[in-house]
């Protein structure tokens, strides 16, 4: 158990902070989730679409420190790539 003021605040800090984290991971994984539908679908354009709305939450996740770029990076391109073969198949 903390013992420390200090340790204590940081303990009720970072409770609430997991619970805000955890509700924007949740968020993110919606919109890819979304993306990934319209991708198992074969609906090309919806695909597209989804994927537009989100780039700007995977990379809200990156600046509220949830994800990291990299991360980010990877699924956006392996999801482009998936709708790219989508509009070519």
């Keep these: 158990?903390?013992?420390?003021?200090?340790?204590?605040?940081?303990?009720r800090r970072n409770e609430r902070r997991a619970v805000i984290n955890g509700n924007r991971?949740?968020?993110?994984?919606?919109?890819?989730?979304?993306?990934?539908t319209a991708i198992d679908s074969g609906d090309a354009p919806a695909?597209?679409?989804a994927l537009r709305e989100a780039q700007p939450e995977l990379y809200r996740g990156v600046s509220k420190g949830v994800?990291?770029?990299?991360?980010?990076?990877?699924?956006m391109s392996r999801l482009s790539s998936k709708i790219k073969a989508l509009k070519t198949a």
């Design 25 to 36: 991971m949740s968020r993110i994984r919606t919109f890819l989730k979304k993306v990934m």
């Design 1 to 11: 158990m903390a013992n420390h003021k200090s340790s204590k605040t940081r303990i």
């Design 67 to 75: 994800l990291n770029k990299k991360t980010v990076a990877r699924k």
């Design 47 to 49: 695909a597209d679409a």
